[in-house]
């Protein structure tokens, strides 16, 4: 699975939206773009994922460059609950032995400030 | 629905000694997976099991092991232990596991401290 890149840390005031980038310059046509967050002390959730096109649920949105080189995860109004490690994963459905063995990088802690 | 639980949620063991941790995915989920997070090391793929067999494998020794009985329960073992095997060990579930848009649920978390 291609590798991604994102920052070590963000920071967000509250009910303001937040952005957070992940570069994936070696992605290829059959990667999906997929987000988990930790929050502290559980075990990390899904958050949103996509192929192409940009993708919009009840948590977030996820839009994705044209080039599919990048991507932003978007969080329209950050609560304090939003605190957590986000990261970006990218999955080849068509590799050898594909199921769920996420490669996890270190990914962003997002801080939300009252 | 109830989640992916895990138990025990705490453990502490001395070196030398194995442990097995156990977990039950939600009801369902046929794809269990297992994952080692330390702080230096993050989160680390172990394996993942469907319908009873191994369907994929990371890059840990072989003191590490597992297996899925027939009501997609699992179970890790870690035998020899050492201090580097102190850390959270998280399982999660998912429907087949093959298609993308079946997300992983991950259970809270099995804390493992070696002596």
């Known amino acids: 699975d291609a590798k991604t890149t994102q920052p070590n840390s963000m920071e967000s005031n509250e009910e303001e939206p937040v952005h957070l980038p992940c570069n994936h310059s070696t992605i290829s046509g059959t990667d999906y773009i997929h987000w988990y967050r930790q929050l502290p002390s559980q075990g990390p959730e899904y958050v949103i994922h996509g192929l192409t096109s940009n993708v919009n649920n009840r948590m977030a949105s996820l839009a994705i460059a044209e080039d599919r080189k990048s991507s932003t995860l978007i969080l329209h109004r950050a609560t304090l609950r939003d605190a957590a490690v986000y990261y970006c994963i990218l999955r080849d459905v068509f590799s050898p032995g594909y199921g769920q063995n996420f490669v996890f990088g270190p990914g962003t802690r997002l801080s939300v400030l009252p | 629905k109830a989640g992916v639980t895990q138990t025990p949620r705490y453990l502490i063991k001395t070196r030398g000694q194995q442990v097995t941790l156990s977990c039950s995915p939600i009801s369902g989920h046929r794809s269990v997976s297992w994952y080692q997070q330390t702080p230096g090391q993050g989160l680390q793929f172990l394996f993942e099991?469907?319908?009873?067999?191994?369907?994929n494998k990371g890059n840990f020794p072989g003191r590490f092991s597992g297996r899925q009985f027939s009501n997609s329960r699992s179970e890790m073992n870690v035998s020899t232990l050492e201090l580097g095997d102190s850390a959270l060990y998280l399982c999660?579930?998912?429907?087949?596991?093959?298609?993308?848009?079946?997300?992983?649920?991950f259970g809270p978390g099995t804390r493992l401290t070696v002596l």
């Open positions: 099991y469907f319908s009873e067999t191994q369907r």
């Open positions: 999660a579930s998912s429907l087949e596991g093959r298609e993308p848009y079946n997300e992983q649920f």
